[in-house]
């Protein structure tokens, strides 16, 4: 990997992954429109619609979380939800509105926030990678807030919540932790 000046490791590991998810969805998007195509050759417009429509709402979680204006925190969470589609898993998010004020992450975020946070998300990857297979309908949810958990990962299947993690602020501690 070539340095990058001025930039931080996990800067420049966000950049390496980001230009990859990037390859990844550019090859899917071109998949997608080949499918489209074939459905409206074949005077199937209905299919393509509908083909269009559930694409769309599959793309619902990187949409809120692009509204986030702190770079490192959306890097690392855009990166957690296309490797958790990659894997054919459904995400929702939930993300507090303050959440998309800039003055929220000026007066919040410490740049060694960003290391805790990329490893929490790629400890949770690895656990519900562990534990989705077998179930009915898993999903998983990322709540996003202000209070004492930035972040909340869970796993449900049918609505149950069969894993949960979050990443917290300790008031008390002034410091940022998985637990």
Request: hydrophobic letters at 35%.
């Amino acid at each position: 990997m070539k340095t990058v000046p001025g930039k931080s490791s996990l800067e420049r590991t966000l950049l390496t992954e980001q230009l990859d998810h990037y390859r990844l969805q550019r090859h899917d998007f071109f998949n997608h429109w080949q499918v489209i195509k074939g459905y409206l050759q074949l005077g199937k417009a209905d299919r393509a619609l509908l083909y269009m429509q559930e694409g769309i709402s599959g793309l619902e979680a990187e949409q809120d979380i692009g509204q986030i204006p702190q770079e490192i925190v959306g890097a690392i969470l855009l990166g957690l939800v296309v490797e958790l589609r990659k894997e054919g898993l459904w995400v929702e998010v939930q993300l507090d509105s303050a959440l998309k004020k800039e003055r929220f992450w000026q007066e919040f975020w410490q740049e060694e926030y960003g290391e805790v946070l990329y490893g929490y998300t790629k400890e949770c990857v690895k656990a519900i990678f562990k534990r989705y297979k077998g179930l009915e309908e898993p999903v998983v949810e990322i709540k996003l807030g202000t209070g004492e958990a930035l972040c909340s990962l869970s796993l449900l299947d049918d609505d149950k919540v069969v894993w949960k993690q979050s990443c917290c602020y300790k008031d008390s501690e002034q410091q940022f932790i998985a637990q």
